[in-house]
């Protein structure tokens, strides 16, 4: 729709969460999966005899990207259900916007973007360092740009003031 509604933004149950979060991880795995399966026919089978110490060195790379994002986003996902089986909790929401497991979908998606763009040129993997880069620029918006351009405390601003009124009337005094 090209119009948001306005007013209050609807909640999502416990279930509905909790069958979202499985999708969203099996999409996941999915995109994992592909991505793995063309870059290893590609390059490690197809075109073996040209596979150097990088081709394997970016395959294990991208593996262990894929793996600890993917773990960390179905540790998020984790459901408990109560002794009698019903759902207790579905979970973190998977599809929120703005929370951690948006930026690790973000993470699974360059790498296997790079990964398969890869099978051309191992230059590509240059791209990958956009990650730690969006990272930096997060880090300095959200943390370290408001930490070092914040005024002073409110404390300090009151004396500021006082000493700003007694050398008015220092001067008043003078003059």
Known sequence: TLFRSKGKVGTKGKKQIFEENKETLTFYLRIVLGAVAIYAVVNLLAFHSAAT??????????LVIYGA???SMNSMAQASFGEDGS??????DLNMEQGMAEHLKDVILLTAIVQVLSCFSLYVWYFWLLAPGRALYLLWVNVLGPWFTSGPPAGNQELNEKKQRRQERRQIKRF
């Not at 110490?53 to 991208?62: C, E, H, K, L, Q």
């Not at 759902?87 to 973190?92: A, E, N, P, T």
């Open 87 to 92: 759902l207790v909790d579905g979970g973190i």
């Open 53 to 62: 110490f990088w081709t394997w060195a970016w395959f294990v790379f991208s």
């Open 69 to 71: 994002s993917y773990r």
